[in-house]
């Protein structure tokens, strides 16, 4: 029973992955780490796509929520974020001394940096701090997070091809989940549906 459980397993995962090759790979598009990934860095990890060309990909891991506020690790900020109230994130193993934010809703007006998928928008500027944690209503519509993910010229595409990631396409509601820590099963699960719906 138990080997059978396995293959099944396995032949689920691939399927998963031939789909996920199948998919486009581009800015937005959420990086859905396979249940077989082990790598530590992006177990169960849900990674939002800010760029990806003939380079390489940069992203941000989008769920996992730490305990820390951004000014326990960022002492910068003090004074910056009166009115925030928001955790930090870490964002990825790269750089993780560097803040990046992800802004939507009425603080997007202030953002000097590209919108990535659905009025969601990207930067790194703390100059623009006070006024978006003054217009975002705390994470309903700003995120910190330290770190990020990068990947070089056709690493990221080798890796969804030997089924450690999957696609899904990027949406605000997924990139601001009201509960990060569940996003990845919620997210693995509508990568299963695509699948299943997708033509045969």
């Not at 396409?169 to 820590?181: E, K, N, R």
Request: glycine share 8%; charged share 20%; net charge negative.
């Amino acid at each position: 029973m138990m080997r059978r459980a396995k293959l099944w397993t396995a032949a689920a995962l691939t399927l998963l992955a031939v789909s996920a090759g199948a998919q486009t790979l581009e800015t937005g598009a959420l990086l859905v780490s396979s249940p077989a990934l082990a790598d530590p860095n992006f177990s169960q990890s849900v990674v939002l796509v800010l760029r990806h060309d003939d380079n390489g990909t940069i992203g941000v891991v989008v769920n996992r929520v730490t305990s820390l506020e951004p000014t326990e690790v960022f002492g910068e900020l003090d004074g910056l974020l009166e009115r925030y109230e928001g955790r930090l994130y870490r964002g990825g193993p790269v750089a993780p001394t560097q803040l990046l934010f992800l802004v939507q809703g009425l603080a997007a007006a202030v953002v000097d940096g590209p919108v990535i998928v659905d009025n969601v928008f990207v930067s790194g500027n703390p100059e623009i701090l006070p006024e978006l944690a003054a217009l975002a209503e705390n994470e309903e519509g700003l995120r910190l997070y330290a770190g990020h993910a990068e990947w070089r010229g056709n690493q990221l595409a080798r890796e969804i091809e030997a089924g450690s990631w999957l696609i899904l396409p990027g949406s605000a509601d997924l990139v601001f989940h009201a509960d990060p820590p569940r996003l990845w099963r919620e997210a693995l699960a509508l990568t299963a549906e695509a699948v299943a719906a997708a033509p045969r």
